[in-house]
């Protein structure tokens, strides 16, 4: 079946570090991607997204590309806040009949001053 | 995101106790699922409801039962919870999409603790 495989965390960062969450998937068809952002004590909200390969999704200064040769979908950012501080969840949705999200395991970050 | 409301936030209960957890949204998305949370295992899909007369078993949903009033309305009920039920729950809606390509909008999330 379908699965994501995200790199584990936690990740310590130093503010203004570049920061790259891996993130791989196996789909049967042509998935659409995403990437969730969960803050303490907050629910997941949507980051960035891409529905084809190729596409690049971006949102507050992070960037996937969706790589269909590698099946892959990494996170990154050129420079880390404080405030990026937070769990991020690669996932997929392959539409159809379910277009349900499969989630990986999530990557905690933590920014320090 | 306030578009997606979730009651309680909160709960604490015993063993055997039935306990729901409801889930309201304003989005105006046909689309609902019911989601648990457990540290180190990302989430996982319990239960999702395409419309109101479609409702379809998720990953995880043995233990569970759930109920969809209304379009806006999916609520998740434990009929006996035990102890391993103890998670943060969430409610997600989307639109509907062949592709697969809209984004699920998730609630606060619940914090069960079963004791």
């Known amino acids: 079946g379908d699965s994501v495989t995200q790199m584990e965390g936690p990740v310590t960062l130093s503010e203004e570090a570049f920061l790259t969450i891996n993130c791989t998937y196996t789909?049967?068809?042509?998935?659409?991607l995403f990437w969730y952002v969960q803050y303490p004590g907050e629910g997941l909200q949507l980051l960035l997204k891409a529905t084809k390969a190729d596409d690049k999704g971006s949102n507050k200064g992070f960037e996937a590309t969706y790589r269909k040769e590698t099946t892959s979908f990494h996170l990154e950012k050129g420079s880390v806040q404080v405030s990026d501080s937070a769990v991020y969840f690669c996932?997929?949705?392959?539409?159809?009949?379910?277009?349900?999200?499969?989630f990986g395991k999530g990557t905690k970050l933590s920014v320090k001053p | 995101d306030a578009d997606v409301t979730q009651t309680p936030r909160n709960r604490i209960t015993k063993t055997g106790k039935r306990i729901m957890l409801e889930c309201s949204q304003t989005?105006?998305?046909?689309?609902m699922y019911w989601y648990r949370q457990d540290p180190g295992l990302g989430l996982r899909l319990i239960y999702y409801?395409?419309?109101?007369?479609?409702?379809n078993k998720g990953e995880i949903s043995d233990g569970y039962s759930v109920s969809r009033q209304a379009q806006a309305k999916f609520s998740l009920s434990l009929e006996s919870a035990i102890p391993n039920q103890t998670a943060l729950y969430f409610c997600?809606?989307?639109?509907?999409?062949?592709?697969?390509?809209?984004?699920?909008?998730f609630g606060d999330g619940t914090r069960l603790s079963i004791l």
């Open positions: 409801s395409f419309d109101v007369k479609d409702i």
């Open positions: 996932a997929l949705s392959e539409g159809g009949s379910q277009g349900n999200l499969i």
């Open positions: 989005k105006g998305h046909d689309r």
């Open positions: 789909a049967t068809g042509y998935p659409s």
């Open positions: 997600a809606t989307s639109a509907a999409s062949v592709r697969g390509d809209q984004p699920q909008h």
